[in-house]
């Protein structure tokens, strides 16, 4: 039996691999967006929820998975740098944002059959 206060959820998540590596998936994509919006790695880890750690390891996943770095740092400046993401960067971050979206559409209907047949007793 379910909790009438659970609610159905459709969720499908794009993820490029290489290895055991994600090149690019949801989050890196949010924090290529949080980087090029505050031109900092750790400004943009804050404004996700992400340690600095954390953020600095997806940034060093990101830029080792592609065949030249996606960010890259800025020296100088009133704030002493930051960093941006480079042509490549943004060019990966269109290209994934496309493709989900594409994804997205192409589930809905299969995904609304199905959240449709959901509920009732076990």
Not at 53 to 74: F, K, Y
Not at 86 to 104: C, F, N, P, S
Request: net charge positive.
């Amino acid at each position: 039996m379910t909790d009438d206060s659970e609610t159905a959820v459709f969720k499908v998540k794009a993820q490029i691999l290489l290895g055991s590596l994600i090149a690019i998936g949801p989050g890196k994509a949010d924090l290529l967006e949080a980087i090029d919006r505050t031109g900092s790695i750790a400004a943009a880890g804050r404004a996700l929820g992400f340690s600095y750690r954390r953020t600095r390891d997806m940034v060093d996943t990101l830029n080792a998975c592609w065949r030249v770095p996606i960010v890259e740092g800025v020296r100088g400046g009133s704030r002493g740098g930051g960093a941006q993401l480079t042509e490549v960067g943004r060019v990966v971050l269109k290209h994934y944002r496309t493709l989900d979206a594409a994804i997205q559409t192409a589930a809905a209907p299969h995904a609304e059959g199905l959240l449709a047949l959901l509920g009732g007793s076990a």
